[in-house]
């Protein structure tokens, strides 16, 4: 059985940075499709970050330049290195994993899910 479990949400203020991670168990997480969602309530879950099999990534443009994901296959982890926050940051974040390697930007590539982890940032 799959579980994604994300930690290191928090509050911060404007200007800060945090570091999110989703643990991955049940799922390698190299050579796959894996992403950071963002979801504000009232409004659609957006992906944040992405990062393809190959490695390739792609950020949502709000973010780019700000934030940076990885992951290291020997912890088996997921991070989203997140610096200069801005409030409309905020948000849920979720950890989502898929089964194939490409096609990365289509969302129902992504079987897995996390509970997802909660970031405020104040102004």
């Known amino acids: 059985q799959v579980q994604l479990v994300e930690s290191g949400g928090g509050s911060v203020q404007a200007g800060g940075s945090l570091r999110v991670s989703c643990a991955a168990v049940g799922y390698a997480v190299s050579s796959k499709c894996m992403a950071w969602f963002r979801q504000i309530p009232g409004k659609e879950r957006e992906a944040v970050a992405v990062?393809?099999?190959?490695?390739?990534?792609i950020y949502a443009a709000s973010v780019k330049g700000r934030f940076t994901i990885s992951r290291d296959s020997r912890k088996n982890t997921l991070y989203l290195q997140m610096n200069s926050l801005k409030p409309e940051d905020s948000g849920m974040y979720y950890c989502?994993?898929?089964?194939?390697?490409?096609?990365?930007?289509?969302?129902?590539?992504?079987?897995?899910w996390g509970r997802g982890t909660q970031v405020t940032v104040s102004s």
């Open positions: 989502a994993a898929g089964l194939s390697g490409s096609l990365c930007l289509l969302r129902s590539v992504f079987n897995y």
């Open positions: 990062q393809a099999g190959a490695g390739s990534l």
